[in-house]
């Protein structure tokens, strides 16, 4: 018993450096649906591609460089979400833009289609195989804990990068909705796209805004956890992204506080399944978490109904 703190201090940092990554990315999820009414399923596929582009930069400046760490990342995390925003503004201008006015399932299938699209064109360009990617930020803190310090808990100093970027960026996002002129527009587009529209608002350009700030905060998840984790391949993306709209549907599809949330908790439940059941249970866990939620609450934690108006 004298173990068990130490343990679960372990595991609930582990869940919560795991959840924050599901967090960014079901934020482009939540922000798509909210305004458009469509779940961008090639999302996923994004946010591998912006590791992908986070490796292709640190290799061409070489980790031998001489340049400092933290300016070898920023440099990735500069042109990660520069191109990986052109990828989010293409696939809304090719994938959703033409069926905009089409039945739900047409353009649900057209971003399936872009999502298989997007995962064999980097793995023709880039292989199959699982890549490498250098350790940049090697190290963690250690604490002693339980009898005698008998338990450590190892909490890596990259984990501790992706928690305070997350909380930092949506922080930011947060008060950048409530207050900018874009997020109010935003704002008025999720509510009534029609009536935006006839008081002037550019709903074109809010809708391609949102695909590329939600590409933006999915490369910025990419290449953190490519760090992280050390390797990456084509596929991650389907995996994370079908977690992070777990996440999504988990807190409120179409609430960004409640994508924050959905990601926390789906990133703590698979971490403590993976650790006190089984690693091989951690998705059953997850997805069985989704489906009491939608049992006695549908629209998710922080959902709320929509109101039929007459």
Avoid at 192 to 200: I, P
Wanted: with cysteine.
């Amino acid at each position: 018993m004298s173990d068990l703190l130490p343990q679960l201090l372990q595991q609930l940092f582990n869940g919560l450096s795991l959840g924050a990554i599901y967090a960014l990315i079901a934020i482009g999820y939540t922000m798509v649906y909210g305004i458009i009414g469509m779940i961008n399923f090639a999302h996923g596929e994004v946010y591998m591609i912006g590791a992908y582009i986070g490796l292709v930069t640190l290799s061409a400046i070489g980790v031998q460089s001489g340049l400092p760490v933290w300016a070898i990342i920023a440099i990735m995390l500069i042109v990660s979400v520069v191109i990986t925003g052109v990828y989010g503004f293409v696939v809304e201008q090719v994938a959703y833009k033409p069926l905009r006015g089409s039945p739900r399932l047409v353009a649900l299938i057209s971003a399936i289609g872009m999502s298989i699209f997007l995962q064999n064109w980097v793995a023709l360009g880039q292989g199959a195989r699982d890549m490498a990617v250098p350790s940049l930020i090697p190290g963690a803190f250690r604490f002693g804990l339980g009898a005698e310090g008998g338990f450590e808990v190892y909490v890596p100093y990259s984990r501790i990068l992706i928690i305070v970027v997350a909380v930092a960026l949506m922080a930011l996002l947060t008060v950048y909705i409530k207050h900018s002129r874009m997020g109010r527009a935003s704002r008025a587009c999720s509510q009534d796209m029609h009536m935006a529209n006839l008081l002037g608002i550019d709903t074109n350009r809010v809708i391609s805004f949102t695909f590329i700030l939600g590409a933006v905060l999915a490369a910025v998840g990419g290449v953190l956890i490519a760090l992280a984790v050390g390797k990456l391949n084509p596929f991650i993306g389907f995996i994370a992204g079908i977690k992070a709209f777990t996440a999504a549907v988990l807190g409120g599809i179409g609430s960004i506080p409640g994508a924050m949330l959905g990601g926390v908790i789906l990133g703590v439940a698979e971490t403590f399944a993976a650790a006190y059941i089984s690693s091989e249970y951690k998705d059953i866990v997850a997805f069985g978490l989704l489906v009491l939620i939608l049992l006695f609450r549908p629209t998710g934690l922080l959902g709320k109904p929509e109101v039929e108006k007459v």
